[in-house]
């Protein structure tokens, strides 16, 4: 789906975002970035709350290099911040779990 007007539904929202992470490349910046966003998070709990500033910069340093340096395009985060969010979560979740590609396939990525 062409981004030029807004998507309205999560339901369009994830094959959108599928094609935004084509490239196998960008897919795994992005899990990398999103594993190790969980410890700042744990450190922030545990250690101090100033740990929490590394969540961001863990998770969208690793993204946003991923589509500047390979994918080419602007991170779906700056016009869909919380879909984004989710979206990383879900993608991570299904690689681990070997579901990514049905829905990989469905969005027309090989």
Same mark, same amino acid.
């Given at each position: ?25 960008? @897919? ?77 396939? @469905?969005?027309?990525?090989?």
């Amino acid at each position: 789906m062409a981004d030029k007007q807004r998507i309205q539904t999560y339901a369009e929202f994830w094959p959108y975002y599928l094609s935004e992470h084509a490239h196998p490349t960008c @897919r795994t910046l992005h899990y990398i970035g999103t594993v190790l966003g969980f410890v700042p998070l744990y450190l922030g709990f545990m250690v101090s709350p100033w740990w929490f500033i590394g969540w961001p910069l863990c998770g969208y340093g690793f993204a946003w290099a991923a589509h500047f340096f390979v994918e080419h395009n602007k991170p779906a985060t700056f016009k869909y911040p919380l879909w984004s969010l989710i979206s990383d979560y879900r993608m991570l979740w299904q690689w681990m779990s070997g579901t990514l590609g049905r829905d990989l396939k @469905r969005a027309g990525i090989q």
